[in-house]
């Protein structure tokens, strides 16, 4: 019988459609969705189709493979990606079928798309470089993989976009005997540049460091390698010419209409305490831990929908889509909770945010939050020495977009806002009640309508 893994985070909309597609396989005893801590009802779907849930012991996907072998009860082993509804009907006979008749340990997908820059520019040359004898993949990146229990239980999992071609040099490594399938035409979602470069580096490690066996790496070896990263850099940066200029929103008070934690501390009754904190502490990393705890218990659900009831501003949906259209990357630079702005970057179709990270168990808050290093001091750029500051998110933005400060815009009501606002290449005080913001600012705003920045995008 065969056990179907599923690695799924935050895929609410279509991992029941992938469970049901594995259960129709008759040689299927059980689907397995290892969670990673999702935000969304991807727990909840999963279950109501008929799937074993269990979360994952650390958020990525490699850990989450690793889970689903050590619980799966079966000696054959499919993992199929959640997020992919385009599976042939027979995805996992075909998959799994070699390895039941015996001619192959370990199966590889492939599908009728092109291979992409990733694959073609960093996996594949690496491969040969440093595996001469490494069999020609078409798709040696894929995820979609079948293979016997007892030898993925001796692999190591490698974190980020480097478990799957880590799994493949791992079986390769052990001799296992290998076969690539063709599962018919899959769509899958594009990656974008931050992500392509991401993988591309991810990828490259993950190779070089199997390769450390291998013995001594000669010089001209180095020097093919160092050329292929120079590549994939060359295309990454290509294909990101457009993108040149960098647009900030502040979330509370700014992107929305009211204080996302005054807001809850007026829902869930915690005001008292709110206040209490906000006016004794003035150590930024204390007040924010301690804030934080006041969300203990709270589930992301109800956190989520607080959020949505917030008002948004007045023009956000058009002014965004004359942002993009003249050249920029838009996204959030916040104080709060990055389950909030993540929401919020969702529903507006931004490209990124950036905020503290506010932590879940089984979807309920803890009371505990990171605070992530971007909002820590950078001493080497020069621009910024406060220990904690939204200027140090805007550098870690604009070296993630190889964009200069200069060709940002950004626009915020506080305080908190001041050091950013004056920073950036054109700075926005937006409804502030705060002398010295404006005093900073490029531009006064005191009307809350996004639509009052296009002259100064155009």
């Known amino acids: 019988m065969i056990s179907v893994i599923i690695p799924a985070l935050n895929e609410e909309k279509t991992v029941a459609e992938v469970i049901s597609l594995a259960k129709k396989d008759s040689s299927v005893s059980e689907v397995i969705v290892v969670d990673d801590k999702s935000l969304d009802k991807t727990v909840e779907k999963a279950k109501e189709a008929g799937a074993i849930v269990i979360t994952s012991t650390k958020l990525g996907k490699g850990a989450s493979m690793k889970d689903g072998v050590l619980y799966a009860k079966n000696s054959i082993i499919v993992f199929l990606d959640a997020d992919i509804i385009t599976y042939p009907d027979n995805v996992v006979s075909l998959l799994a079928q070699p390895i039941i008749a015996g001619n192959t340990d370990f199966c590889k997908s492939y599908f009728s798309r092109q291979a992409g820059r990733v694959t073609e520019l960093v996996a594949k040359p690496l491969l040969s470089i440093l595996y001469p004898d490494f069999p020609a993949f078409w798709q040696p990146l894929s995820g979609m993989i079948a293979g016997k229990k007892e030898m993925f239980e001796k692999i190591q999992f490698e974190e980020g976009y480097g478990v799957d071609i880590g799994i493949l040099v791992d079986m390769y490594q052990m001799g296992a005997r290998i076969e690539e399938v063709d599962i018919g035409h899959i769509e899958n979602r594009m990656q974008s540049l931050e992500q392509l470069g991401k993988m591309s580096k991810e990828v490259a490690a993950v190779i070089l460091k199997k390769s450390k066996s291998l013995g001594e790496t000669n010089f001209e070896t180095l020097e093919h390698i160092q050329m292929i990263r120079e590549q994939m850099d060359f295309a990454i940066r290509e294909s990101s010419k457009e993108l040149k200029k960098v647009a900030i929103f502040d979330m509370d008070n700014t992107l929305l209409r009211a204080s996302f934690i005054h807001t809850a501390a007026k829902k869930f009754n915690f005001q008292k305490e709110l206040i209490d904190i906000v006016?004794?502490?003035?150590?930024?990393?204390?007040?924010?831990?301690?804030?934080?705890?006041?969300?203990?218990?709270?589930?992301?659900?109800?956190?989520?929908?607080?959020?949505?009831?917030?008002?948004?501003?007045?023009?956000?949906?058009?002014?965004?889509?004359?942002?993009?259209?003249?050249?920029?990357?838009?996204?959030?630079?916040?104080?709060?909770?990055?389950?909030?702005?993540?929401?919020?970057?969702?529903?507006?179709?931004?490209?990124?945010?950036?905020?503290?990270?506010?932590?879940?168990?089984?979807?309920?808050?803890?009371?505990?939050?990171?605070?992530?290093?971007?909002?820590?001091?950078?001493?080497?750029?020069?621009?910024?020495?406060?220990?904690?500051?939204?200027?140090?998110?805007?550098?870690?933005?604009?070296?993630?977009?190889?964009?200069?400060?200069?060709?940002?815009?950004?626009?915020?009501?506080?305080?908190?806002?001041?050091?950013?606002?004056?920073?950036?290449?054109?700075?926005?005080?937006?409804?502030?009640?705060?002398?010295?913001?404006?005093?900073?600012?490029?531009?006064?705003?005191?009307?809350?309508?996004?639509n009052l920045l296009h002259p100064i995008i155009l």
């Open 279 to 450: 006016t004794s502490q003035t150590n930024p990393f204390i007040r924010t831990k301690q804030i934080a705890r006041l969300l203990k218990g709270k589930p992301i659900s109800d956190l989520l929908k607080l959020a949505d009831e917030i008002p948004v501003t007045k023009g956000i949906e058009e002014t965004i889509k004359l942002l993009h259209e003249n050249g920029f990357v838009t996204g959030i630079i916040s104080d709060s909770y990055d389950c909030i702005t993540n929401h919020l970057k969702n529903r507006f179709s931004l490209d990124f945010s950036l905020a503290n990270e506010l932590e879940f168990s089984k979807s309920i808050a803890t009371g505990e939050v990171k605070i992530p290093s971007f909002f820590l001091s950078h001493t080497s750029s020069g621009l910024c020495n406060h220990e904690y500051c939204k200027t140090n998110a805007l550098i870690h933005i604009c070296n993630r977009y190889n964009i200069p400060v200069e060709d940002t815009l950004a626009i915020g009501d506080s305080e908190n806002d001041i050091c950013m606002i004056k920073k950036a290449g054109v700075g926005i005080s937006f409804c502030s009640s705060n002398s010295l913001l404006d005093a900073v600012a490029d531009f006064v705003i005191k009307e809350p309508d996004f």
